[in-house]
């Protein structure tokens, strides 16, 4: 079983930093890609950052030059980091993951979420 599990959420000042990490877990033959989106109530689930088992990285463009991702394939974790925070980057924040089980089962997999607040 494979199991996803963010930390790192909370509550920031505007212009403050926060990091969030996505530790994957469980019987994990490989991760392909790894993302990072993100809801507000009322609103869909959007893409915030990804990154491919390559390093190739994608962002939003209202995160762009904010926000950075990142990942640690010894570890099977994969990190955000914000800085320079926004009030509307307040949202609950989900890793999600394509990840190739020891049994050869193809997964795509989420977190619980983690909240982000920032505060103006």
């Known amino acids: 079983q494979v199991q996803l599990v963010e930390s790192g959420g909370g509550l920031v000042q505007a212009g403050g930093s926060l990091r969030l990490s996505c530790l994957a877990s469980?019987?994990?033959?490989?991760?392909?890609?790894m993302n990072w989106y993100r809801q507000v109530p009322g609103n869909e689930r959007e893409l915030v950052a990804s990154i491919t088992s390559s390093s190739t990285i994608k962002y939003q463009d209202s995160v762009k030059g904010r926000f950075t991702i990142s990942r640690d394939n010894t570890k099977n974790t994969v990190y955000l980091q914000m800085n320079s925070l926004k009030p509307e980057d307040t949202a609950v924040y989900y890793c999600?993951?394509?990840?190739?089980?020891?049994?050869?089962?193809?997964?795509?997999?989420w977190g619980q979420g983690t909240q982000v607040t920032v505060s103006s």
């Open positions: 469980g019987t994990i033959r490989s991760i392909n890609g």
């Open positions: 999600n993951a394509e990840i190739w089980s020891r049994a050869g089962i193809y997964g795509n997999y």
